[in-house]
């Protein structure tokens, strides 16, 4: 063989090498990717069926109401110190 051929072959065998390096390191991000895949499963379920959500949320409100307006109440709270803080930001930008 010549050696052009010998380093071709070399390359290949170390380009296989890796390829079975990498595939054994990524098993370590099949279940986080799985986790993933069940989110973006169940997003997309609440996107096709938004009565699900909503009936949630309503019964949410009528069976704790005072939890359900106090919790509204600190989230309004932090929405406009967002949005303020976003604004400022912006306008130094």
């Known amino acids: 063989m010549n050696a052009t051929a ?48 909503a009936l949630a949320a309503a019964m949410i409100v009528v069976l704790r109401p005072a939890r359900t307006f106090r919790w509204l109440k600190r989230g309004w709270f932090f929405w406009g110190i967002y949005k303020n803080a976003r604004g400022k930001l912006a306008g130094d930008a």
């Open 6 to 53: 010998l380093r071709k072959q070399a390359i290949l065998a170390r380009i296989a090498r890796q390829r079975r390096e990498l595939a054994d390191e990524a098993q370590i991000l099949k279940p986080p990717l799985a986790a993933i895949d069940r989110g973006i499963v169940f997003a997309r379920y609440l996107r096709e069926h938004p009565l699900v959500p």
